[in-house]
Structure formats: C-alpha cells, structure tokens
C-alpha cells in the first residue's frame, strides 16, 4: 500500500482533470478538492474500489460513505425514492454542502452504506470535483482525504503529510472554502434527524424542512449497540495524537487552569483575540471567537499544526454557542477531545 507514488495534479488544468478521471474510470482512488474538505474518490458503484478507499484511510468498516453526484437528476441512480423533503432541500442548498439520507438502491454496494439499507448523497459544490465526476461518469464515494481519525484535510499537502505513497493521485484545487464536513440530515427519519453539523446550519434546516430533531450523537457518544447513519458519529475524530480537552469559562479562567497543570509541553488551541492570555505557551489560534466562519476555515489546519510529538495535552477553546457554524464547530472539537469538557474555576486570589 505505501509503495506507489502520489502524483500532484493541477485542478486549473483540464488535462489533469482528464487524466484524474481516467484513473477513477480505470477503477483507481484520487483525492479530490471540494467546498467542504479534500475527499478520497472512487467508484461508488464499484465494491472493490470503495474497498481500497477504507484500506488507504485506515478507515473502520462499519462508518459509511457519503455518495457524491454530478446534480440532482442522477439521485435514482442511487436512491430507491426521491420524497418532496430530499427536492426542497436539493433546490435551496444544492450544489453545496448538505448530505441527505436516503433509501438506497441495490446497485450501491454494501460497503458504501456498511451494511446499513439507506445512503448519504451529496452535490458538491467545487467546480474541479464536478467536473471529475462529469468525465468519470458515474457517483464517487468520498470520504475524507486523511488517516482514520486524524484532522480532516483542507489542502493538498495535508492529504500528501497523511496518504502519500498509499494513493496515486491528489487534485490540488487550493484551500477548501467551507473548512468542515458537510451537514448530514436523515430524511428516512419523522421528522428529519441531523445526523452531522456542517456548512448548512440547522436553523436553515428548519427554514426548509420545519421541524428537524438532532441526534444524540452529535453532542455525546454515540450509543455501542447503535450502528453510525453517517461519517462521523462514531469514534474518536479530527484529533492530533495529543490527547485534547475543550476548556469552557471565561478567558481569564482558562488561561489559570492550563497553567495549574503543570505540564511540560502543554499547548493552547484558541480564538486569536484570546492569545495574549496564554503568553509563554504553545498557542495556535483558529479564528475569531465571534466569526463563526473563520472558525470552521482553520479549525483543521489549527489541530494538524498542533499535531507535534514534544505537545503532551492540548487545551482547547471552543465557542459555546450552539447555532449556525458554531455547531459544526464544537462538534468537531467535541469529537477530537473525545467528549471530554472541563469548566475552569475561578482563578482563586493571592
């Protein structure tokens, strides 16, 4: 698996995007750009294919694949029915970052869904991705362009740190726009059950669907006899190798209790604004604590850098408002700590 050579492609060049969809059409794997993050691409149809994506990634057998389409009028390629709900969200929200949950054909393989007798499909957004799909001619399945578990790749490089060597090709179109998954909502559910956060909020949602439950999952564990409806809602994601802990309270508070600990190599992931609060400390900020969107776009790119074998814990700082992209973004810290959050105290007086 890590004896071949990863080739770099140029999404500006419609030679590479021809050459990238020959390897797809060839029944090979290739990384490909999307709004959200970078995907790892093949054969959705092909069994044998999807089965290379899990070995590339590490990827456990039993977390689903989300299906990507070149437009909304290939859904019954792959979906056994095609309700209002599933038209009403494709017309407002696709090509974009939404996945929707369906009944599946039996043409999809059982690897894609892990078993499981619905499918999540998505329309990206990103030009390169679509042509691709264009010139493949058939649905990619396309998880995230990393290890299992590690942070999700937002640019070429970070799929080359983590799979070069175990695929042949990654299409580098830049940084992603969005910076996290896309939104998972099972449609198969009454009502609707947002499954994942992500690029569209769950208030626009609602604005589509009316009332739409959210899933345990995406705030705690998910249940050990309960099988994943969706990437992500099980196991431990998005996390460096450090252990990581999300601190909540106030700036002031935080900053005392990472330095209580008394570690060695302790490092902060915080909003920009905080930074001077933990001076002398090994900081990476990600964004603006009140601009959600920054937050999303380097939240990825903030944990791969704090990625580093000397940080003993990271100490995370998260926005502990639970609406539009800040929900995608705690729950993304959320699942990289593992679920594990600390309220710090008041610094006590001298």
Known sequence: ?????????????????????EILRDGGIAA?????????????????????????????????LIVHLAGVDELLRVVRQTPPAALRLAERFWPGPLTVVLPRRPIVPDRVTAGLDTVAVRVPAHDAFRAVLRA???????????RAGSPSPTT?????????????????????????????????????????????SLEELREVLGDVDVDPAVVGDLAPDRAPGAPGMKYRHYAPAAPLVVVEGTTAQAAAYVR????AHPAVLCFEEEAAAFDGLDVVTYGRAGDPRSLAHGLFDALRALDRPEVSRIFARCPEADDGLNRAVRNRLLKAAAFQVVRAPEPTGG
């Open 1 to 21: 698996m890590t004896d071949r050579v990863t080739r770099l492609y140029d999404a500006a060049e419609p030679a590479d995007i021809a050459a990238v969809a």
């Open 32 to 64: 490909l750009p999307t709004e959200t993050v970078y995907g790892l691409a093949g054969d959705a149809l092909d069994a044998d294919v999807v089965g290379a994506i899990y070995a590339a990634k590490g990827r456990p057998s039993d977390n689903p």
């Open 136 to 146: 493949a001619g058939t649905p990619l399945a396309a998880p995230s362009a990393n």
């Open 156 to 200: 070429a490089q970070h799929v080359l740190h983590d799979l070069s060597g175990r695929i042949p090709a990654v299409l580098d179109g830049g940084p992603c726009d969005v910076g996290v998954e896309s939104t998972v909502v099972d449609l198969t559910s009454t009502p609707p059950r947002l499954l994942r956060p992500g690029g569209v």
């Open 260 to 263: 209580a600990q008394g570690l």
